[in-house]
Structure formats: structure tokens, C-alpha cells
């Protein structure tokens, strides 16, 4: 699924009207990376192991 359609499928939330291409491109595409919006595998482990330690 692109970026486009996950946007049709939210875009009767109010604030996703205000942003522009970029940040809607930003907010809906997943990215491996560092930076706010990314997944990285620090973010992958934390959520393995709360997971984990949860089960």
C-alpha cells in the first residue's frame, strides 16, 4: 500500500488536512532510519522485549 492510499483511508481527520505533501508523506511512509518518524532496530527491540516481558 502506498502512501497515498493509507492517506485516502485517514483523510476525514481534520489535521491531516492542514499538512502538506511533504508531512503527509512523511506520517504515512515508512521508513528504516534514524529520526522521529522512523523505525530502527532500537525501536524494534524495545518493542520485542516489552512484548516479551509482557507474555
Known amino acids: 500500500m502506498s502512501w497515498m492510499n493509507t492517506y485516502k483511508a485517514w483523510r476525514d481527520f ?3 488536512w492542514q499538512m502538506t505533501e511533504w508531512q ?3 506520517a504515512f511512509y515508512a521508513q528504516l532510519g534514524p529520526g522521529r518518524n522512523r523505525v530502527n532496530i532500537y525501536t524494534v527491540r524495545k518493542v520485542t522485549e516489552g512484548l516479551a516481558r509482557y507474555i
Open 14 to 16: 481534520r489535521e491531516l
Open 24 to 26: 503527509l508523506k512523511d
